[in-house]
């Protein structure tokens, strides 16, 4: 069984767990009907709309 060698700092331990927290901000685009910025491939919950056409119907106030 593999035995690591030496102790490994308290440093490189903390550079090694602080790469699983990094997050990036989703890439949004502006929706082709109404210019609401949506997540691609997802239908825009603002107008229902998805590759240029209704998909669902959104209640009007």
Known sequence: MAVP???Q???RRDMRR???DK???PGL???????EMV???RICPSCGH???RQVIAI???
């Open 50 to 52: 998805y590759k240029g």
């Open 23 to 25: 997050r990036t901000a």
């Open 9 to 11: 700092s308290p440093s």
């Open 39 to 41: 997540l691609p491939h």
């Open 59 to 61: 209640a009007q106030d």
């Open 5 to 7: 060698k030496k102790k």
């Open 18 to 20: 602080a790469n699983h």
């Open 29 to 35: 685009i502006p929706c082709a009907n109404c210019q």
